[in-house]
């Protein structure tokens, strides 16, 4: 690392104790030897050679030691949770995780089980996974960043780790799992991915906009609710497609996204502190 | 033989221990002023000062004691007045990341993941606090012991008893080696043994780091605290040493020790209005 290393009378001064090294030069020796692996291996060298009574201590030491080193178990270092997990999701939001999944599963089962036991019947039909779909993120992204949901909010928000790139971070993780199971339900039921991932992906950036100004959980309430009245109530009793979830709807969600996403951006500052957390 | 791990060494000494601090308070508050909730100013203007020590912030219920813990740590963004915190200014839209780094926070309703060790909580604070990854299982052994909780470091925290959860809350703030140490009601559920082991620990934190103590209880000022902050209905009443505030008050005021009598007198100088509580 340095250039410069002890010399070699220091070295062996130090080795015999040092009683006779002027203290400037001690603490200069000592802050060679924490950074200088080459000098603590001359060091060692030294001890070794030249001064017996050290290395007959550290001998005597060793010994009474070994047996009971050797008797004490190790910590048992058994992990229970890989720490990469906590760093993209909070504990709490795992339960909340297989809520959604398991009301996917559950649309999924009731649209499957086809004509006839459903809620509608006819070529109109729209699938119930379809509707759910743009709202289901919502859920988990509200459980991942609030006050009510998550004990340790007031810690979290603290700490210099807190602000959009944790949100961000956490939003991620409840997409990459919910995404990918409402494709493949997609898949299954008929429903292409263009209908309903964009309106998705909206939502969700929406919620985190209206977070930055009433706090998450409202947010999600409110944009929940929102959907369930204007949206999926009509659906069912109409067995209809909404207007919303039409192909050419597209642009608007488009907007949505790109505004959401602005305000975002703009109000980073309110993730780092209480108030985005109600 | 490799150079590249040598970094790694922990040194005694390093560049950050022997900069010259470029602040005279860790604290410094001037008109601050704080909203509780919407409307409500629970802290109206504030002129505090804070350096090195333990600092107990003694005042009644309601007296704004959390929000302006809150503000220290950054949480609540002041409306009003200014705050300087390590020299740095608070307030406007900024993280604060740096500044978070160096500051250690127990809120008083303070929740945790009950599925978690202790150790598995420490860590996560610590990777929440951005230790570096190479640091992280030193402190946080270091900070586990440090509150007497490394025999049952490895017992989740449901399992816990409230004071052993409160000294769990206690290394989390630690485990960042603050210079700021914010303690919201600390020894709430704490018995009396572990109280005083508590107060040892401040006073050993204390010597090197600005320690600012909220809470209620006299007794905890006058054992632990080398400077009493009282605080009323948003305002600084009185600062200075337990000595001080015991010589505040005479024999006719309410109180079972000198202290109390003190804070007693403090408090209910005539012009401040309030319930009889």
Same mark, same amino acid.
């Given at each position: 690392m340095s250039a410069?290393?002890?010399?070699?009378?220091?070295?062996?001064?130090?080795?015999?104790?040092?009683?006779?090294?002027?203290?400037?030069?001690?603490?200069?020796?000592?802050?060679?030897?924490?950074?200088?692996?080459?000098?603590?291996?001359?060091?060692?060298?030294?001890?070794?050679?030249?001064?017996?009574?050290?290395?007959?201590?550290?001998? @005597?030491?060793? &010994?009474?030691?070994?047996?009971?080193?050797a008797a004490t178990a190790g910590l048992p270092r058994r992990r229970r949770r890989p720490a990469w997990l906590s760093a993209w999701l909070t504990p709490t939001t795992v339960p909340w995780l297989a809520m959604v999944m398991s009301v996917t599963l559950l649309a999924l089962l009731l649209d499957l089980a086809g004509p006839g036991t459903g809620y509608g019947s006819g070529p109109g039909e729209v699938p119930l996974l379809l509707l759910l779909a743009p709202v289901l993120p919502v859920l988990g992204v509200a459980a991942s960043w609030s006050r009510g949901l998550d004990p340790a909010y007031e810690l979290t928000v603290s700490t210099p780790r807190a602000g959009l790139p944790l949100v961000l971070r956490r939003t991620a993780s409840v997409l990459a799992v919910v995404v990918p199971v409402l494709l493949a339900g997609g898949r299954l &039921?008929?429903? @292409?991915?263009?209908?309903?991932?964009?309106?998705?992906?909206?939502?969700?950036?929406? @919620?985190?906009?209206?977070?930055?100004?009433?706090?998450?959980?409202?947010?999600?309430?409110?944009?929940? @609710?929102?959907?369930?009245?204007v949206v999926l109530a009509p659906a069912l009793a109409t067995s209809r497609t909404p207007l919303v979830l039409h192909t050419h709807g597209l642009p608007v969600w488009g907007l949505i996204l790109a505004l959401a996403t602005g305000v975002v951006i703009a109000r980073r500052g309110a993730y780092a502190e209480l108030g985005a957390h109600r | 033989m490799t150079d590249r791990?040598?970094?790694?060494?922990?040194?005694?000494? =390093?560049?950050?221990?022997?900069?010259?601090?470029?602040?005279?308070?860790?604290?410094?508050?001037?008109?601050?002023?704080?909203r509780a909730g919407r409307t409500r100013m629970a802290v109206d203007g504030l002129d505090l000062s804070l350096g090195t020590g333990v600092h107990g912030l003694l005042g009644p219920n309601g007296a704004?004691?959390?929000?302006?813990?809150?503000?220290?740590?950054?949480?609540?963004? *002041?409306?009003?007045?200014? $705050?300087? $915190?390590?020299?740095?200014?608070v307030g406007g839209q900024g993280g604060h990341r740096a500044l978070r780094?160096?500051?250690?926070?127990?809120?008083?309703?303070?929740?945790?993941?009950?599925?978690?060790?202790?150790? %598995?909580?420490?860590?996560?604070?610590?990777?929440?606090?951005?230790?570096?990854k190479a640091d992280v299982p030193a402190a946080v052994q270091r900070a586990i012991e440090r509150v007497g909780l490394a025999d049952r470091a490895d017992t989740r925290m449901k399992? $816990?008893? +409230?004071?052993?959860?409160?000294?769990?809350?206690?290394?989390?703030?630690?485990? =960042?080696?603050?210079?700021? $140490?914010?303690?919201? %009601?600390?020894?709430?559920?704490?018995? *009396?043994?572990?109280?005083v082991r508590f107060r040892k620990l401040l006073q050993e934190l204390g010597t090197d780091t600005c320690v600012v103590v909220s809470t209620h209880l006299v007794e905890d000022v006058a054992a632990a605290c080398t400077d009493v902050v009282l605080f009323a209905e948003g305002r600084l009443v009185f600062q200075g040493t337990p000595d001080e505030l015991a010589a505040a008050g005479g024999p006719g005021h309410v109180g079972d020790s000198p202290l109390e009598r003190g804070y007693s007198a403090l408090l209910l100088?005539?012009?401040?209005? +309030?319930?009889?509580?």
């Amino acid at each position: 690392m340095s250039a410069e290393h002890v010399a070699a009378r220091l070295i062996d001064d130090y080795a015999h104790g040092g009683p006779d090294i002027a203290a400037d030069e001690l603490w200069a020796l000592e802050a060679h030897l924490e950074v200088c692996r080459d000098c603590r291996a001359r060091l060692s060298a030294a001890v070794a050679a030249r001064a017996p009574a050290v290395t007959a201590l550290v001998d @005597t030491v060793w &010994t009474g030691l070994e047996p009971r080193l050797a008797a004490t178990a190790g910590l048992p270092r058994r992990r229970r949770r890989p720490a990469w997990l906590s760093a993209w999701l909070t504990p709490t939001t795992v339960p909340w995780l297989a809520m959604v999944m398991s009301v996917t599963l559950l649309a999924l089962l009731l649209d499957l089980a086809g004509p006839g036991t459903g809620y509608g019947s006819g070529p109109g039909e729209v699938p119930l996974l379809l509707l759910l779909a743009p709202v289901l993120p919502v859920l988990g992204v509200a459980a991942s960043w609030s006050r009510g949901l998550d004990p340790a909010y007031e810690l979290t928000v603290s700490t210099p780790r807190a602000g959009l790139p944790l949100v961000l971070r956490r939003t991620a993780s409840v997409l990459a799992v919910v995404v990918p199971v409402l494709l493949a339900g997609g898949r299954l &039921t008929g429903t @292409t991915a263009a209908q309903w991932l964009l309106p998705c992906l909206a939502l969700t950036s929406a @919620t985190l906009a209206l977070g930055a100004v009433i706090g998450v959980t409202r947010a999600a309430v409110a944009l929940v @609710t929102l959907w369930a009245a204007v949206v999926l109530a009509p659906a069912l009793a109409t067995s209809r497609t909404p207007l919303v979830l039409h192909t050419h709807g597209l642009p608007v969600w488009g907007l949505i996204l790109a505004l959401a996403t602005g305000v975002v951006i703009a109000r980073r500052g309110a993730y780092a502190e209480l108030g985005a957390h109600r | 033989m490799t150079d590249r791990k040598e970094h790694h060494v922990m040194s005694a000494v =390093n560049a950050a221990d022997l900069a010259p601090a470029p602040y005279a308070w860790q604290i410094r508050a001037t008109g601050l002023k704080v909203r509780a909730g919407r409307t409500r100013m629970a802290v109206d203007g504030l002129d505090l000062s804070l350096g090195t020590g333990v600092h107990g912030l003694l005042g009644p219920n309601g007296a704004g004691k959390t929000t302006l813990i809150r503000a220290l740590a950054t949480v609540l963004r *002041p409306a009003g007045g200014t $705050l300087e $915190l390590l020299g740095e200014s608070v307030g406007g839209q900024g993280g604060h990341r740096a500044l978070r780094r160096r500051i250690g926070y127990l809120p008083q309703e303070f929740g945790y993941y009950k599925r978690f060790t202790v150790r %598995e909580f420490v860590e996560y604070m610590a990777w929440l606090k951005e230790v570096p990854k190479a640091d992280v299982p030193a402190a946080v052994q270091r900070a586990i012991e440090r509150v007497g909780l490394a025999d049952r470091a490895d017992t989740r925290m449901k399992a $816990l008893s +409230g004071g052993m959860v409160r000294r769990a809350g206690i290394a989390q703030a630690v485990v =960042n080696d603050p210079a700021v $140490l914010l303690l919201d %009601e600390p020894t709430a559920g704490l018995d *009396p043994a572990q109280r005083v082991r508590f107060r040892k620990l401040l006073q050993e934190l204390g010597t090197d780091t600005c320690v600012v103590v909220s809470t209620h209880l006299v007794e905890d000022v006058a054992a632990a605290c080398t400077d009493v902050v009282l605080f009323a209905e948003g305002r600084l009443v009185f600062q200075g040493t337990p000595d001080e505030l015991a010589a505040a008050g005479g024999p006719g005021h309410v109180g079972d020790s000198p202290l109390e009598r003190g804070y007693s007198a403090l408090l209910l100088t005539p012009g401040r209005t +309030g319930g009889a509580w």
